[in-house]
């Protein structure tokens, strides 16, 4: 079962030698092509998701569907395995269901747009992106219900179908999918824009194909995956061992009262080939955290992971996936059985990279960084505003960036590189509440020779009354250090009513009830420090302190004494440090803030989670 491209001209390509100067000019061709196409989403979207935040994935891929420039890859070819139909110059495919196209996308609000590139009747490449649309329908606002059992409560499943047809636009299945969806004006503008993103990726591929001749561009596109596959096998080479190495991390709960869940993987090297085996990985969660992971997608996260380590400047696209085998259980975690629920995927989708850190950092110390990719935290605001209309916030809070073994980690940062925040003023310009601190959270991040990223504090104030949920993690497990780097914080959320009572909310929790006048203090993780903070210069302890980055307290973390005028008092310094080291002892290469027995049971006793709230540990 395969897609099948119906061509009025089936003439087949040559591969073909083509001089350097040629092949750096058609490369960096498409990689404008590909910037190109996020100009026009950002352009002509209308959610702040993708317009404002960024929350989309472009890329152009050579005819089997491998990706050649892009953000990330893998899209394509899970699809073609999956679509068992022709395919005709003219039809644009949409779909959102992850069971239903090899997971080529993982959870149903990401719609992903598929686009054959046709020149004179011959298929020569694709185009495809996917945007996070406000809303998909389903159980909540937002379309990720905490306690969904099924993916039928998350909203509309879209098969692979045929947006348009030879050109020509489905104008009764659109109106089907938008009568199914909260915010129809919002996805009918976003699918749009992805619509013309990919069109605008086809017609610069068929202008390049023009210019130096289709057998020229084919011939391209071979050598830059050639080029990547070369890069990655000597990386690989390099950073991953033939000798076994295993690292556990673990999602906090699921929001409906059990976790930790643990992923296990394993990574070797046989040959040229790394092998990743996530065998030990627990079973798939009754609630939405499931994440149907892709074994494709999962090379791209390693490729992404482990070129932005070593060389950014190397192009990433899918050349190498022949060198990576990954192996993942069915019936877990990360590849739950149908009708699972996947709509929370996103926090151990997150986890994956700090686990991916883990592993390969074992056998490269030098290369290592802490913990801190560790989600993509979530806000949902709905409601009616005092005009009687709905409204609909879906934001993304950043967390702390973890210490690097070339510097601190950024704070209050995306996971993704690519995300920017929604600017304040376009929240308070459009949706009914103020944002009363937008922060860094002091001291949050881990201390370090390089320290963590701290995390952010951002105080919501709602001005009508409405409905919120919050998705995030690392509420149990701390975002741990390296190389004598301390944990980095964890996160919490904190509603404190108009009346002035508190209440701690659970990081995952959905249908709170807010009135006009509440405040919500949503305040992320900090990252992981790295390296031993007693060696990080004092100087530069002050100018973080100076900064409000760290506080004066804060600075004893690093052995560093601030006096009463905010100089640093180097005598007290020194004999604190000899102190501090005298009382560490050695440490190991993970500072993971105690076992997870010692971490779950000093968070039972911690006040501000109450008893009712908690998970009860029933897994893990």
Known sequence: MATRIVQTNNAPFSRIEVDTVTVDIIENALRNARVEMDAVLFRTAMSPGIREQGDCFPMIANRDGKMVVGQFGSFIHGFTEAYNAELNEGDIILTND???CNAAVSHLPDWIVLVPIFKDGRHIAWSAMFGHMSDNGGMVPGSIPIRAETIFQEGIRIPPTKLYKQGVLQE???????HNVRTPQWNRFDLNALVAACRTAARRC???ARRFGDDVFYSTMEVMLERNYLAMKAIIEMLVPEEPRVFEDYVCDDGVGMGPYKIRCKLWREGPKA???FAGTDPQAQSSINFYLNEDMFKMFFGSFTINLIDPQILFNDGFYDLVDVRIPAGTLLKPKFPAALSGRTHALGRIFDVMGGLLGQSAPDYINAAGFSDSPHLFFAGYNEKGEWFQLFQIGFGGIPGRPVGDGPD?????????????EFIEAYFPLRIERYDCIADSGGAGLHRGGNGLSVAYRFLVDGTVSVHDERWLTYPWGVHGGEPGMRSSKRLVRADGTETWLPSKSEGIKVRKGDLLYFNTWGGGGWGDPYEREPALVKADVDRDLVSAAGAKRYGVVIAADGSVDAPATQALRTKLRAQRGEFGMFNFGGTIEEIKARC???THLDPPQQPTFSRG
């Open 206 to 208: 068929t202008e390049i």
């Open 98 to 100: 992850p069971y239903m």
């Open 412 to 424: 209050g940062h995306s996971l993704w590189p690519g995300f920017t925040n929604v600017p304040n």
């Open 275 to 277: 092998i990743f085996d």
């Open 172 to 178: 009764d299945v659109l109106e089907l999918i938008l």
């Open 604 to 606: 039972k006793a911690e």
